[in-house]
């Protein structure tokens, strides 16, 4: 059973460059959830996709944005990097209609360094 | 700010040992759930406790919940090595649509 898998597994970049993380769900899930997870802290929620929409989105800024392919596969895209965009990004799936507070399935994560 | 605190912030037990670690949120929950993370790697999921439920078991777990107290604790006995990591507590508040995680128990086990 394939779980969530993520890509890639490190990036360094600079400010003001743009960066695109990968996430593939586990398999037989169809909603996606990204989360950053800035270093000692506890996973902060971004967006999540279903059906190829954006459905539910936290406390980030419109340079933080994404998408849903047809096989559930999921990206996310930020521009206009900042130093405090430096942090672990989590992908998780679930299935629908469980929903965010349901059980979340998820990656290894991305490190994502900001020089 | 996190609706769920963890506390103790770390923790060292000797191998063998059980450890308990404690949650507190501010809102009523739908839920609430416990997750491990070994060395900044994904999360895993260890066990979800409905508002309804006080105590649920998995194995070596065992969590509790007061939602008078509003507080949640959990309890790993007989530790082993392979049980260091951080251990985040998830609250799925009534009034929000989403997890809130707090910022996690360190949990060093020491053979």
């Known amino acids: 059973d394939a779980g969530v898998t993520q890509s890639p597994t490190h990036l360094i970049k600079t400010r003001g460059q743009q960066v695109t993380l990968r996430c593939s769900p586990k398999s037989g899930h169809d909603t996606v959830s990204w989360y950053q997870q800035a270093l000692g802290q506890g996973p902060q929620f971004i967006f999540q996709?279903?059906?190829?929409?954006?459905?539910q989105r936290g406390n980030f800024p419109d340079r933080f944005s994404g998408h849903q392919f047809p096989n559930y596969s999921s990206e996310l895209n930020v521009n206009a990097l900042l130093l405090g965009d430096s942090a672990l990004y989590l992908c998780?799936?679930?299935?629908?209609?469980?929903?965010?507070?349901?059980?979340?399935?998820f990656g290894p994560g991305t490190r994502l360094l900001v020089l | 700010s996190q609706q769920g605190e963890e506390d103790p912030q770390a923790l060292s037990i000797q191998e063998g040992e059980n450890a308990t670690m404690n949650c507190s949120y501010k809102t009523s929950i739908n839920n609430l759930q416990w997750y491990r993370q070994n060395s900044g790697r994904g999360l895993v999921h260890l066990i979800l406790?409905?508002?309804?439920?006080r105590e649920k078991h998995s194995g070596r777990l065992r969590v509790t919940l007061d939602t008078s107290k509003k507080s949640s604790s959990l309890l790993i006995t007989a530790s082993r090595a392979a049980d260091t990591a951080s251990y985040f507590c998830a609250t799925a508040p009534s009034n929000d649509y989403k997890l809130s995680f707090g910022a996690g128990t360190t949990v060093t086990v020491r053979a």
């Open positions: 406790i409905r508002s309804n439920e």
């Open positions: 998780a799936s679930s299935l629908a209609p469980g929903g965010l507070q349901e059980t979340q399935y």
């Open positions: 996709y279903y059906e190829e929409e954006e459905r």
